[in-house]
Antibody, heavy 120, light 108 residues
């Protein structure tokens, strides 16, 4: 069974840092691009970042560029999102998902999500 | 960026009825690369449709997608109790990928 599970969410002060982890199982992780999508409380979905299957290509939304870093460890079937200089507006549930077809960025097999709260 | 506008914001329907949800793009969606997702409260989104009209694995055939260019439609032929949820469209033909604001399908 395909599964992805996010962890690492917490309450953090503005300007702080946090690393989210997405553990994958049940599929050949190294064959697929992966993505992070977030959802602020009561709001819609916002794409955050994506990474190619090898990790060699990374992409970011303008809202997080320069502050967030996506990476992966294919030996551990794990995706990461390093978040720095966090802002109140980064408060959201963060989901990871896979990209079934390279270059065709629709998202499948979403994790249950992990809440990041940025507040003083 | 390509802005997606979904309508209506809320659709009040009864089980067994046919639901039609609209997604309009501010620019033509390249290759009709448009997806639809369903999200129930407290749950992650689930992929329903990709490429405007292709059902994802395990999605019942009462869900169908259509459209091209800037106008796309998700149709649920006969609403089941589990279909009452929020539905989002997403375009992935241009950068950045963008989502619509969602349509809530609620029980009348």
């Amino acid at each position: 069974e395909v599964q992805v599970m996010e962890s690492g969410g917490a309450l953090v002060q503005p300007g702080g840092s946090l690393r989210l982890t997405c553990a994958a199982s049940g599929f050949s992780f190294s064959r697929y691009g992966m993505t992070w999508v977030r959802q602020a409380p009561g709001k819609g979905l916002e794409w955050v970042s994506s990474i190619s299957n090898s990790g060699g290509l990374t992409y970011y939304a303008d809202s997080v560029k320069g502050r967030f870093t996506i990476s992966r460890d294919n030996s551990k079937d794990t995706l990461y999102l390093q978040m720095t200089y966090l802002r109140v507006e980064d408060t959201a549930v963060y989901y990871c998902a896979n990209i079934p077809v390279p270059g065709s960025w629709y998202f499948d097999n979403w994790g249950p999500g992990n809440l990041v709260t940025v507040s003083s | 960026e390509n802005v997606l506008t979904q309508s209506p914001g809320t659709l009040s329907m009864s089980p067994g009825e046919r639901a039609t949800l609209s997604c309009r793009a501010s620019q033509s969606v390249t290759s009709n690369w448009l997806a639809w997702y369903k999200q129930k409260p407290g749950q992650a989104p689930r992929l329903l449709i990709y490429g405007a009209s292709n059902r994802a694995t395990g999605i019942p055939d009462r869900f169908s997608g259509s459209g091209s260019g800037t106008d796309f439609t998700l149709t649920i032929s006969r609403l089941e109790p589990e279909d009452f949820a929020v539905y989002y469209c997403q375009q992935y033909g241009g950068s950045p990928v963008t989502f619509g604001q969602g349509t809530k399908v609620e029980i009348k």
